[in-house]
């Protein structure tokens, strides 16, 4: 089966532009993850859909970022305006269920952000 | 709320030597845990998890790790390392019945020709 996707892979911006970044998960997982990843760091959840819904978003900047689901497949994460403090690789991540079983996340490549 | 240490951010080890990665948690209740391997320019693959049962966990590429819940430990080993584990390595926590994973700061294992 085809795995998680995303796009692009890199991307370089000015502070204050905007930027969008694009995923499709595994088909039929429901649970689809967006994570930052700051070098040096772990992977920090930014926001979680189960289907179209969202589960959580408690560490989303809310001020500027900006996550949807649509259908509850493919997802897009939005910064608007970014900041220096945001260069980072953003991992989507899906698994195919939710409801607090242990299931295996799988993740995309990352999107490479960086902001000048 | 549940939290992961890393204490080793880099460990370097000489192919076929063995390797321990450390890893501890926090939380008061029952937890799932995990280690994920990141290849440089990839995502995250999972290598193992533990979730009820043999406390000793055996994982792919002859990873294995051991859950001590009176230590709230989960130590990631292989007894012999190949150049092709250089990679990062994440260790993750669930509490029980809830979504949310809580990753640690990783650990890259550079091993050593």
């Known amino acids: 089966e085809a795995g998680v996707a995303q796009s692009p892979r890199y991307k370089i911006i000015e502070k204050r532009q905007s930027v969008a970044f694009w995923c499709n998960p595994i088909s039929g997982h429901a649970t689809l993850y967006w994570y930052q990843q700051i070098l040096g760091q772990g992977p920090k959840l930014l926001i979680q859909f189960q289907n179209n819904g969202v589960v959580d978003d408690s560490q989303l900047p809310k001020d500027r970022f900006s996550a949807e689901r649509l259908k509850g497949v493919d997802s897009t994460l939005k910064i608007q305006p970014a900041k220096l403090e945001d260069s980072a690789v953003y991992l989507c991540?899906?698994?195919?269920?939710?409801?607090?079983?242990?299931?295996?996340?799988?993740f995309g490549p990352g999107t490479r952000l960086t902001v000048t | 709320a549940q939290s992961v240490t890393q204490l080793d951010s880099q460990v370097p080890v000489f192919e076929e030597a063995p390797v321990e990665l450390r890893c501890n948690y926090s939380s008061s209740v029952s937890v799932y845990l995990f280690w994920y391997v990141q290849y440089p320019n990839q995502g995250l693959q999972l290598l193992l998890k533990y979730l009820s049962g043999s406390t000793l966990v055996k994982g792919i590429n002859g990873f294995e790790a051991e859950f001590n819940k009176s230590q709230t430990s989960f130590h990631l080993r292989k007894p012999s390392v190949h150049i092709s584990d250089t990679a990062e390595y994440f260790c993750?926590?669930?509490?029980?019945?809830?979504?949310?994973?809580?990753f640690g700061t990783g650990t890259k294992l550079q091993v050593i020709p």
């Open positions: 991540a899906s698994t195919r269920g939710g409801g607090g079983a242990a299931y295996e996340q799988y």
């Open positions: 993750a926590v669930q509490r029980g019945g809830y979504q949310k994973v809580t």
